[in-house]
Nanobody, 115 residues
Framework: QVQLVESGGGLVQAGGSLRLSCAWS????????TGWYRQVPGKPRELVASMSGGGVTWYGDSVKGRFTISRDNAMNTVYLQMNSLKVEDTGVYYC?????????WGQGTQVTVAS
């Protein structure tokens, strides 16, 4: 059974940094494309970064140059390093595949950026 468990969120001042982690289980992680999504109340989840099984990365315009996605295939974990955080980065962050054939969603991790 596929399980995604996000962690690392918290409250941070604008300009600060956070590192999110997501542990994946129940699939062959090394060949799985991975992504990070952000959801704010009243809006659908937005893909902000992705990394393919081959290591190709993509970033949304709103996070480009500030966020870095990485993965540790030995640990079945994907990370999101978030620097220069802005108030508008506030939301619940989820990991999943970057395509619509999603795995069951995890609980997410809340990121709150204070001005």
């Amino acid at each position: 059974q596929v399980q995604l468990v996000e962690s690392g969120g918290g409250l941070v001042q604008a300009g600060g940094s956070l590192r999110l982690s997501c542990a994946w289980s129940g699939m062959i992680f090394i060949i799985t494309d991975t992504g990070w999504y952000r959801q704010v109340p009243g809006k659908p989840r937005e893909l902000v970064a992705s990394m393919s099984g081959g290591g190709v990365t993509w970033y949304g315009d709103s996070v480009k140059g500030r966020f870095t996605i990485s993965r540790d295939n030995a640990m079945n974990t994907v990370y999101l390093q978030m620097n220069s955080l802005k108030v508008e980065d506030t939301g619940v962050y989820y990991c999943n595949k970057p395509s619509p054939d999603w795995f069951p969603w995890g609980q997410g991790t809340q990121v709150t950026v204070a001005s």
